[in-house]
C-alpha cells in the first residue's frame, strides 16, 4: 500500500474542539460530509466516492468504487467524503469542527500496526490513504445485542486519523488476557488485536432497575481501548428527557411513559 499523505496538524479548544491541518503542496486530507470549519485560499475542495485511498482507487471500475462507497451507508454515514487538497503554493491550512462537546482523538495509524476499530459516527478525518471502510462484529451475540457495536468503522493505513468522541476521553492499555467490562455507547476505538464481545449483565432486577441496559461491552487484550464518558445518544436522550414537549407538557419522572421508555432504552447500551 503507498503511503498517506503525511499532514501536520494542531488542536484547538478544551470542549468544543477543532483540528487544523496543515497540508504542503499537493497533500491531501479526506473528511465526512459536514465536518468542514474553514480553510485558506489555496485549498481545493472536491467531493468524492469511497476515501480516496489505493484500495479504493486501485478497485476496477466505476461499479466497483460505487460499491466500496455504498457499504458506508451501513454506519449511517454518507455515501460520499469531501477531499481537501494544497492546490496552491506554499504551506495551506483546513479545519474541521467537532460535532458535539467533547475531544479530539489523533491517531497515528503506524504506532498501531497500521488498523484501528472506531464506533460508525467517531471518524472525523483523514490524510489521504488512509482507508475508511467497515468491520462487521462477527460474533452472533455482538450482532444481535451490542446496540451500538454491531457494525463499526475501519481505519487501516500508515497515516494520521483524527476521531472525536464526547465528555472525557480515557485510554486503556490491555495487557495479554486482560479484560474491561465497557457500556456499549461509551466505547470509542480499539486497536485491531483486542477481541470484543457482548455480555450479558446475568441480574435481570438489574438490567430492568438499575438504567444500564441488558449487555455491555467485554473487551480482552492485548491492546489499545479509548472510552468516552458522555456519548452523544445519551447527551440526547438526557436533553430530551429535560425538555418541555409538545403542547407544553412535560413528563413527571414517575410518569408510566418514563417507565416504558426507559425499559426500551434497555437495548441501547445507553
Same mark, same amino acid.
Given at each position: ?41 489555496? $485549498? =481545493? ?13 486501485? @478497485? ?11 457499504? =458506508?451507508?451501513? #454506519? ?26 467533547? &475531544? $479530539? $482523538? ?11 476499530? !472506531?464506533?460508525?459516527?467517531?471518524? +472525523? !478525518?483523514?490524510? &489521504? ?8 462484529? &462477527?460474533? +452472533?451475540?455482538? /450482532?444481535?445485542?451490542?446496540?451500538? /457495536? ?17 465528555? #472525557?476521553?480515557?485510554?486503556?492499555? +490491555? ?5 474491561? =467490562?465497557?457500556? #456499549?455507547?461509551?466505547?470509542? *476505538?480499539?486497536? %485491531?488485536?483486542?477481541?470484543? @464481545? ?5 441480574? $435481570?432486577?438489574? *438490567? ?14 492485548? %491492546? ?5 464518558? +458522555?456519548?452523544?445518544? =445519551?447527551? *440526547? ?5 429535560? *425538555? ?7 413528563? @413527571? ?14 437495548? @441501547?447500551?445507553?
Amino acid at each position: 500500500m503507498p503511503y498517506a499523505h503525511e499532514v501536520d496538524y494542531k488542536i484547538y479548544g478544551d470542549d468544543m474542539q477543532f483540528v487544523e491541518v496543515e497540508l504542503d503542496e499537493g497533500e491531501s486530507v479526506v473528511a465526512e460530509a459536514g465536518a468542514f470549519m474553514m480553510m485558506t485560499d489555496g $485549498i =481545493r475542495m472536491e467531493t468524492i466516492f469511497g476515501d480516496g485511498s489505493s484500495k479504493d482507487s486501485n @478497485d476496477s471500475g466505476f461499479m466497483g468504487k460505487l460499491f466500496n462507497a455504498g457499504k =458506508r451507508i451501513l #454506519t449511517g454515514e454518507s455515501l460520499f467524503m469531501t477531499l481537501f487538497t494544497n492546490a496552491g503554493y506554499g504551506k495551506q491550512k483546513v479545519s474541521f469542527a467537532a460535532p458535539y462537546p467533547g &475531544k $479530539i $482523538i489523533p491517531l497515528d495509524l503506524r504506532e498501531y500496526n497500521g488498523k484501528i476499530i !472506531c464506533q460508525k459516527d467517531a471518524f +472525523l !478525518c483523514a490524510a &489521504k490513504g488512509v482507508s475508511i471502510s467497515i468491520e462487521f462484529v &462477527k460474533k +452472533l451475540g455482538a /450482532g444481535f445485542f451490542g446496540g451500538e /457495536g454491531f457494525i463499526m468503522q475501519r481505519l487501516e493505513g500508515d497515516g494520521k486519523a483524527f476521531l472525536h468522541a464526547g465528555g #472525557t476521553i480515557i485510554k486503556k492499555e +490491555l495487557s495479554v488476557g486482560e479484560r474491561l =467490562r465497557v457500556d #456499549t455507547g461509551c466505547l470509542v *476505538a480499539m486497536t %485491531g488485536n483486542v477481541d470484543y @464481545d457482548i455480555e450479558y449483565v446475568g441480574n $435481570i432486577k438489574t *438490567a430492568f432497575f438499575g438504567g444500564e441496559g441488558l449487555f455491555y461491552a467485554t473487551l480482552r487484550g492485548p %491492546g489499545t481501548v479509548w472510552v468516552q464518558s +458522555l456519548p452523544f445518544s =445519551r447527551l *440526547a436522550d438526557r436533553i430530551y428527557h429535560a *425538555a418541555p414537549h409538545v403542547g407544553g407538557n412535560r413528563k @413527571d419522572e414517575g410518569n408510566v411513559f418514563n417507565m416504558l421508555g426507559g425499559i426500551g432504552n434497555l437495548f @441501547d447500551g445507553d
